[in-house]
């Protein structure tokens, strides 16, 4: 079948078309803390340290456009102004101070003003604030295994729960658990990272946090979930075979709700710590 010109430009249309309502559509439903199918920003946020680095990747970007388009447009307009054509007679000047120091000057001041932004939110990553309750984060081939410390030292393992032999499984795929990190909403929560046998990193979009888990050194991050929901992260390191079927999935829960996992999960991890296959207490929403 032959197409004339208009047909073919009328299907390129009807495709860009489809694919910007797709991508309208993507955005349009993503959920917080998952990601979503042709999203092209950063996930939603869902602590006070991802606010904080969405807003200073707004700000690179509207540092970075208009730089772009500033050089876009000098040589434009050289190309226009000085061509052989437009201007036969070149002029001889090989220095102009005042340009060479502004040159020089304002590329400066550009990146003192990222370097504030940018060192208050790396103070902001590393200072850990006074910790409301401390989590233990091991990562093993190939699944998490997670300790309370704070709440009466139970510990138990965090194994995928829907991978691709399992398409009817309701929860996000390759990203849902069988037992969820629950933590507290609003609560200043310290993870505690390490690696039992190679290094693996611990890491979830939503929260700003991406951290090393080496073994024989024990990392640290945190952060403060500020709303209730299921929030996904993966391990971010290759890790071997199993690489990217070992999710995180970051529970977070009222005060009241979290007290009472507590208590349960202590019955439940008590006979049988960092098992392997234990069911979960329920599906994630
Ligand atoms: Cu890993």
């Not at 036969?88 to 990222?114: C, D, G, K, M, Q």
């Not at 990562?139 to 995928?160: I, M, V």
Request: aromatic share 10%.
């Amino acid at each position: 079948m032959k197409m004339s010109k208009s047909q073919i430009g009328r299907h390129l249309l009807g495709l860009a078309v489809v694919g910007g309502a797709l991508a309208m559509s993507g955005a349009a439903f993503a959920e917080l803390g998952q990601p979503a199918p042709w999203e092209y920003t950063l996930q939603q946020s869902g602590s006070p340290v991802m606010e904080d680095i969405r807003s200073f990747h707004t700000l690179l970007l509207v540092i970075i456009t208009v730089i772009t388009l500033f050089v876009l447009g000098l040589l434009v307009a050289v190309m226009v102004k000085f061509n052989a054509r437009a201007n036969p007679v070149p002029s001889r000047t090989t220095h102009n101070t005042l340009v060479e120091v502004a040159w020089t000057l304002i590329p400066v001041l550009i990146l003192v003003a990222i370097a504030v932004p940018s060192f208050r939110l790396l103070f902001l990553e590393l200072d850990i604030p006074k910790a409301d309750l401390t989590i233990k984060a091991t990562g093993k081939q190939w699944y998490w295994s997670y300790a309370y410390p704070d709440n009466g030292k139970f510990e138990f393992d965090s194994l995928l729960a829907c991978d691709e032999t399992r398409l009817k499984c309701q929860q996000p795929r390759l990203l849902s658990v069988d037992n969820e990190v629950v933590v507290p909403v609003n609560k200043v929560i310290r993870i505690q990272v390490i690696g039992a046998d190679v290094i693996h990193s611990f890491a979830v979009p939503a929260f700003g946090i991406k951290i090393d888990a080496i073994p024989g050194r024990l990392n640290e991050t945190w952060f403060k979930a500020t709303k209730t929901g299921v929030y996904y992260g993966q391990c971010s390191e290759l890790c071997g075979k199993d690489h990217a079927y070992m999710p995180i999935a970051v529970k977070v829960v009222e005060d009241q709700e979290f007290a009472s996992w507590v208590e349960s999960a202590k019955k439940k991890y008590a006979s049988a710590p960092a098992s392997t296959f234990a069911s979960a207490a329920g599906p994630a929403q």
